[in-house]
């Protein structure tokens, strides 16, 4: 491997420490850190202790004060609310300043939570940007989750305050934000003391008395405030975003302050070969990891305009819509989830679309939050004509792991591959006891620690839960519950999960989340959810349960009621659309479910019958049920 990659990668590997502090001479410090990694700090270590800034000034006052105030910082796009919208760097930090100064009035300051619950409009990021301004910590709750999800969120974060608006717009229906957010906090121990609502032109909600306020009324009457940036040290925590673990609680994902500014500052250059002054747009939602480094944070870091899109890859109107957004803004790098492209695709399978706009200042297109099919980039390459970059990270991570960093010279391109490990990432594969395994073995997946700046420190109010789910089972290093393998040229293929998390269109679920919300149901004994094959999301869940001996009502009717039992308690987004009665489930001798098994047959994948099965024949009759039920491929 001959290019700048390797020579900046082994510049890290031989000096760590000089690498990552002369990345943060791109970052605004009030006190510049004394070191880049204090080991003695945290469960392993803490980066840029010490050090002291804020997001906000790096994010935005920084620019206007370097001559940036007139270049727009957001783009809003909807074409679901056919509304377009530019806001100059300028005019930004003016609705920041006056929402920080309405939750400064409303008692919100330094460390203080702060729920965001509202859809992909601008007032979203300048909410998140506030709570930066402020220090106090913002957790994002994506829109498609239900009002339990909400609840937790809000009970384990505490928050102190809620930011909503009165909907989200979804093809052909408006969610009413407002009625779930409402029965999240009658649900939840935990009492926000106030709630700030945007009222939508497309539907207006209540407010109750003394406890919710008005977005516009309060920002129109700041407006012209000034409130100064509050320093924070670089290891406090900028936000806290959940996301799916093994179980239905969430895990709340710590975001420092000053690692994660360098490394996103670092990404935008050397990842994705940006420039300031560029348009970049990541087509994703706030309610997810990609959206905060990369709608929100990475790009306003680097002084890049960033499009806020309100609408979907197809339907808004078209398939056409993301090279129009492209087109238009003279987007140079666009980032999205390869499932967006194979909707894309099915719509217009011969990219004719592409032909109707002036695409010429597109420079890349970036796949992340599953595994990129070759056939998706193969065709997303034919049609765009711009490389097809594939990169791996995760919610805990914020960054990528590993990819292929265009701004450093793109390495050759291997179908099926993210690539090669970015600079911090020691990544090994290792088996189930812990040692190396050799070339093109699969295994797990880890990084040596520490992690690099940027990654989770540790799992909100979760000390023990972090370490137990990360850093327990292989002692000195992070487990990324990957699976895969390297190849003789140093290229990682990240294969599969090893837990019960599940990738639907881009969305990481939990299957023990779901079947968590399945076994409410009275009448449901048992069950077990596995995530299959799906042509256009990547994986669906599929549910089986095992119905309590003397229950008379129709396999149907209850079917009907565990899916919406699901949508009620995760959300749409889950997208449950499958469920089967069985009358057992397949299960070792000790009692273990063989959902790796069923899993296998319903993709007509090759399978053994397990060893230690209690009963080989529950497999036939499982298969039976999912062919009566069109999921269960022909192997041959
Ligand atoms: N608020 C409320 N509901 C939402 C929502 C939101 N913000 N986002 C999605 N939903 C709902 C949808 O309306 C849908 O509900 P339905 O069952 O009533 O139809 C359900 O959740 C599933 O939504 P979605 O995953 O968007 O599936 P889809 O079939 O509507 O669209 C794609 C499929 C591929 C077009 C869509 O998943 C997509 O655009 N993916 C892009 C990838 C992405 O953004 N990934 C994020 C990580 S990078
Ligand atoms: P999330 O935390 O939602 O970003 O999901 C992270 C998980 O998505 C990873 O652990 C992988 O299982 C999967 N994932 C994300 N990006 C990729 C990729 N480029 N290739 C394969 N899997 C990916």
């Not at 270590?45 to 727009?72: I, K, L, S, Y």
């Not at 990021?125 to 969120?153: K, N, P, Q």
């Not at 968590?516 to 669906?540: F, L, R, T, W």
Request: proline letters at 6%; a negative charge; hydrophobic letters at 40%.
């Amino acid at each position: 491997m001959h290019s700048s990659y390797a020579e900046v990668y082994k510049g890290w590997r031989e000096d760590p420490e000089g690498f990552w502090m002369d990345q943060a001479a791109s970052i605004d410090w009030f006190e510049a850190p004394h070191k880049a990694f204090d080991p003695d700090q945290g469960a392993y270590g803490r980066w840029f202790v010490g050090g002291v800034t804020n997001t906000c000034h790096n994010c935005v006052d920084r620019h206007v004060a370097a001559g940036r105030g007139d270049q727009a910082a957001l783009i809003y796009d909807s074409p679901i609310t056919g509304s377009k919208r530019s806001i100059s760097y300028a005019e930004l930090l003016a609705e920041i300043e006056a929402f920080a100064s309405v939750l400064a009035d409303k008692g919100v300051a330094k460390g203080d939570r702060v729920v965001i619950y509202m859809p992909m409009v601008p007032e979203a990021i300048v909410a998140m940007l506030a709570c930066a301004r402020l220090g106090a910590v913002h957790s994002v709750v994506f829109g498609g989750f239900a009002a339990s999800e909400l609840a937790t969120r809000i009970d384990d974060s505490k928050a102190k305050l809620v930011v909503t608006a009165s909907c989200g717009i979804e093809p052909g229906r408006i969610v009413a934000y407002k009625p779930l957010l409402d029965a999240a906090i009658e649900h939840s121990h935990h009492k926000p003391e106030a709630v700030i609502v945007l009222q939508r032109a497309q539907h207006h909600c209540e407010l109750i008395e003394g406890r919710d306020f008005d977005y516009a009324e309060l920002v129109g009457a700041s407006m012209g405030r000034k409130i100064a940036c509050t320093p924070v040290a670089a290891t406090d925590p900028l936000y806290v975003l959940y996301t799916s673990g093994t179980t239905g609680q969430p895990k709340g994902v710590v975001r420092d302050t000053g690692g994660h500014m360098v490394a996103l500052e670092w990404s935008m250059r050397s990842i994705y070969g940006l420039k300031p002054g560029e348009v970049f747009w990541a087509a994703s939602d706030i309610g997810w990891v990609v959206g905060h480094s990369y709608i929100v944070y990475a790009p306003l870091l680097h002084g890049n305009t960033t499009i806020v899109f309100e609408g979907k890859p197809v339907g808004t109107p078209d398939a056409g819509t993301f090279w129009r957004v492209i087109a238009e803004h003279d987007v140079a790098v666009l980032f999205t989830a390869p499932t967006a492209f194979r909707a894309i695709r099915k719509e217009d399978p011969e990219g004719a679309l592409v032909g109707k706009y002036d695409l010429s200042g597109f420079r890349a297109l970036f796949l992340a939050g599953e595994r990129a099919d070759p056939d998706t980039i193969h065709w997303a390459e034919r049609v765009l004509k711009v490389p097809v970059i594939d990169h791996w990270w995760q919610t805990e991570t914020g960054w990528t792991i590993a990819g292929n960093p265009m701004g450093l010279g793109l390495l050759p391109i291997k179908y099926g591959s993210p690539a090669v490990a970015m600079p911090g990432y020691d990544v090994q594969v290792i088996d189930d006891a812990g040692h190396p395994v050799p070339a093109g073995t699969l295994g797990n997946v880890v990084v040596k620690l520490p992690l690099p700046p940027g990654c989770l420190p540790t799992l909100w109010n979760a000390e023990e839960r972090f370490h137990n789910a990360y850093l327990a089972e292989f002692p000195g290093y992070y487990k990324t519950a990957d699976a895969g393998f390297v190849d003789e040229d140093g290229y990682l293929f990240i294969m599969a999960r090893t837990d019960d998390i599940i990738n639907v269109a881009g969305h990481r679920l939990s299957t023990g989340g779901m079947e968590e919300a399945v076994s409410n149901h009275p009448d449901v004994a048992e069950c077990a959810v596995i995530g299959i094959a799906d042509s256009m999301k990547g994986q669906i869940p599929a549910g089986f349960i095992v119905v309590n001996s003397g229950v008379e009502r129709s396999d149907e009717e209850i079917e009907k009621e565990v899916i919406k039992l699901v949508r009620d308690q995760i959300g749409p987004v889950a997208a449950f659309k499958t469920v089967m009665v069985v009358k057992r489930l397949p299960k070792t001798r000790s009692g273990k479910i063989l959902r790796a098994t069923m899993q296998k047959i319903a993709d007509g994948e090759s399978w053994k019958m397990p060893a230690t099965i209690d009963d080989p024949g529950i497999l036939d009759e499982i298969r039976e049920v999912m062919t009566k039920h069109g999921i269960a491929r022909k192997h041959d």
